[in-house]
């Protein structure tokens, strides 16, 4: 059975760095688009990165471009999210998930609702 299992929240101050970890069992990544997503206290879910199956092409929101990277490593079966400069307003809980990505060419998408497989996320606080 498909599982993803985030894991490395936790609180850090404004200015900090954090990586969070997106571990797959059940599965292989190698054919799957992975996006992370993050949804704040009374907001909507939105997404933060994605990476492409294979090849890896990555795409990022504009509020994390040039602080966040995304990067996989398929012989772990794992999926990581590099967070530094991190600002208050990226509070929110974490998810990683999973997307069935039949072409190897194609830019991975941020949508939350074209990802059908989800963990159970993770929280970050960024405060001081």
């Known amino acids: 059975q498909l599982h993803l299992a985030e894991s490395g929240g936790g609180l850090v101050q404004p200015g900090g760095s954090l990586r969070v970890s997106c571990a797959a069992s059940?599965?292989?990544?190698?054919?799957?688009?992975i996006g992370w997503f993050r949804q704040a206290p009374g907001k909507e879910r939105e997404g933060v990165a994605c990476i492409s199956r294979s090849i890896g092409i990555t795409s990022y929101t504009d509020s994390v471009k040039g602080r966040f990277t995304i990067a996989r490593d398929n012989a772990k079966n794992t999926v990581y999210l590099q967070m530094n400069s991190l600002k208050p307003e990226d509070t929110a809980f974490y998810y990683c998930?999973?997307?069935?990505?039949?072409?190897?060419?194609?830019?991975?998408?941020?949508?939350?609702?074209?990802?059908?497989?989800w963990g159970q996320g993770t929280r970050i606080t960024v405060s001081s």
């Open positions: 059940g599965f292989t990544l190698d054919y799957y688009d």
């Open positions: 998930a999973a997307r069935l990505q039949p072409s190897v060419y194609v830019m991975c998408d941020l949508m939350p609702a074209l990802y059908p497989n």
